[in-house]
């Protein structure tokens, strides 16, 4: 990643959100205020592509194209987690992160955005680092095996090891942001996930236990608009279209940059449709649900079929598994590098 990347993004984005955040509270939701916010969702376009490392700019592009577009749109027309009363920083943070404020009820929409804040925050820091400590060292192992032992594990294998990396890096991470603006803003966040790996059926995993910020952005923006026009179904199978289309989006034109095959957008309409269908068994067959323990394996099976089926293989086949190695085992290198000079340094002045 070029050295200016580091400073330059971050820059950037502060100032397109406070600007956001200006011309929010300038104008009124509506045509106006999307003209206004125009030159914003266009600079989240083209920021990912000053970041050089795949990895990186992959999760930046799903944190600014994805998630920050669909909030500054749902914030042209007054819906969504923003508003321009939340303070500069919190806006700043909210905006540009897939993390959410908590909000006070509240029967006044503004009042209740003008009063996200928490005195007291609930994020115990010790338990997020710890977990995110564990996952950190599950994926270090995980890319130790492969990257000495690829060509002896089976494809599908290597392509489940490659999800437990994803959800790792997402639940380290995220968590890790949500706990720093506890800690520097003193703002209380929703948590990104809920455990799905205990999640009972592909309901309880996509609407209650993965990634809750992109459900959160999705709901107001695609599911509750279409359900009140064409009903239940269609509002689900459109939410699970346009969440396929941002990751081909974000896979393919950033983190890749490679054609777009399809398959992301297929894996995100057959689990729609699935999900239709187990809603529409579960009222017809009301309190004939399979227990729990039966439930989660039956679930997080299909989930790891279809995931490498469809889901993975555009991220991680035709060679990319290879560059992320690559890349991960430089970034090691460098880290330990630097270690060595901070030390010997540190040495030297302590002796």
């Not at 500069?88 to 503004?110: C, E, G, H, I, M």
Request: proline residues 6%; charged residues 15%.
């Amino acid at each position: 990643m070029h050295h200016h990347s580091v400073t330059t993004v971050p820059a950037a984005v502060t100032a397109a959100m406070l600007y956001a955040r200006f011309a929010a509270s300038s104008t009124r939701p509506g045509l106006l205020r999307l003209f206004a916010l125009t030159p914003v969702l266009a600079l989240l376009l083209i920021l990912p592509f000053l970041i050089q490392l795949y990895s990186v700019r992959g999760l930046t592009a799903f944190f600014l194209v994805w998630l920050g577009e669909f909030k500054l749109l749902l914030l042209a027309f007054g819906h969504g987690p923003l508003h321009p009363r939340i303070r500069p920083l919190p806006f700043v943070f909210t905006a540009a992160l897939p993390v959410k404020l908590r909000q006070q009820v509240s029967n006044d929409a503004a009042a209740a955005a003008a009063a996200v804040t928490v005195a007291k925050p609930k994020t115990k820091t010790k338990t997020v680092l710890l977990s995110s400590s564990i996952k950190f060292a599950i994926m270090v192992a995980i890319f130790q095996h492969l990257h000495y032992s690829k060509e002896r594990t089976h494809p599908y294998v290597a392509f489940v090891l490659y999800g437990v990396i994803t959800y790792c890096i997402l639940d380290s991470v995220l968590p890790c942001l949500a706990a720093t603006g506890t800690a520097a803003l003193g703002m209380e966040l929703e948590p990104q996930f809920n455990k799905p790996y205990l999640s009972a059926s592909l309901q309880d995993f996509w609407g209650r236990r993965w990634n809750l910020m992109a459900s959160a952005v999705l709901r107001p923006s695609v599911y509750d608009p279409v359900r009140a026009r064409l009903g239940a179904a269609a509002g689900v199978l459109a939410t699970f279209l346009v969440s396929g289309l941002m990751h081909e989006v974000v896979v393919c034109y950033y983190l890749t940059l490679r054609a777009p095959t399809g398959e992301l957008t297929a894996f995100f309409l057959l689990h729609g449709a699935c999900v239709c269908a187990e809603r529409w068994c579960a009222r017809r067959c009301s309190g004939a649900r399979p227990p729990r323990l039966v439930a989660t394996p039956l679930v997080m099976a299909f989930l790891a079929g279809t995931a490498c089926w469809l889901f993975l293989p555009p991220i991680f086949g035709d060679g990319m598994d290879d560059l992320y190695i690559a890349e991960a085992a430089a970034l090691a290198s460098s880290f330990r590098d630097v270690g060595a000079r901070v030390l010997l340094v540190f040495t030297q002045v302590v002796v």
